[in-house]
């Protein structure tokens, strides 16, 4: 079902297929603290719930969610870049260290707006923009939230390990560039596809990139993504 779903979104990338490069954004967890944010926005606050725990709530799905968007967010652009042949050398796919700034981003903001009044009225006007009525509190009690940072860590490195969208572009793409083939292109297809550790996509996607069969490395990679 969310193979599906992130077909339908993001389509099916590769051996010559294309999607845009926000898989994890389509994660059912991610998903989920999407559909938290606006339950808990719409339904719960201004309700009999308490207020610590709507706050809570929206601080815990935020946190999930928002490192994941601004990865998405950023591959997407780096995407449309190197589609338009502005920077032709982008690497618009999810990576650790992506992730990781993305996470530490989202920790320092968040913090700044728990800590500091005037950086809470600044992120409000910015944040009304993407998620309108939605308010930002400056909290200190709120950093108890933190840890929910975690999820998207775990998010985030299940969709490296699938293989990010975009990922196999990225590769083909530095290939025709280079115009290299034999062992010098398979060392290239190894060495971006390290933190997968797929041997079997590897040589596939090597194969076909030296002009043959697609067939075996879209099963290979379908298999390692189920």
């Not at 009304?128 to 940072?149: F, I, N």
């Not at 299940?158 to 530095?174: C, D, K, M, T």
Request: aromatic share 4%; hydrophobic share 55%; charged share 20%.
């Amino acid at each position: 079902m969310n193979r599906r779903l992130r077909n339908i979104l993001a389509g099916e990338d590769g051996p010559g297929r294309r999607a845009l490069p926000a898989g994890e954004l389509l994660h059912p967890a991610t998903l989920a603290a999407v559909l938290v944010l606006v339950l808990n926005d719409h339904l719960l606050k201004g309700s009999a719930a308490p207020p610590w725990l709507t706050g809570k709530l929206s601080d815990v799905a935020g946190l999930v969610f928002f490192p994941l968007l601004l990865t998405a967010v950023i591959d997407v652009a780096l995407l449309a870049a190197a589609r338009l042949g502005v920077l032709p050398r982008a690497d618009f796919s999810l990576r650790h260290g992506k992730l990781a700034a993305a996470i530490a981003a989202t920790a320092l903001i968040f913090t700044a707006i728990k800590l500091s009044p005037s950086a809470a009225d600044t992120a409000q006007v910015a944040w009304s923009w993407l998620w309108p009525g939605a308010r930002l509190v400056c909290d200190p009690s709120d950093l108890l939230a933190l840890p929910a940072l975690a999820a998207a860590w775990i998010i985030g490195r299940r969709e490296i390990a699938r293989v990010p969208l975009g990922r196999l572009e990225v590769i083909e793409r530095a290939a025709r560039r280079r115009a290299i083939s034999g062992d010098a292109l398979r060392r290239l297809v190894v060495t971006e596809m390290l933190d997968v550790g797929a041997p079997g996509l590897c040589a596939s996607f090597a194969d076909y990139l030296e002009g043959g069969d697609p067939a075996p490395a879209i099963s290979a990679l379908g298999l390692l993504r189920e």
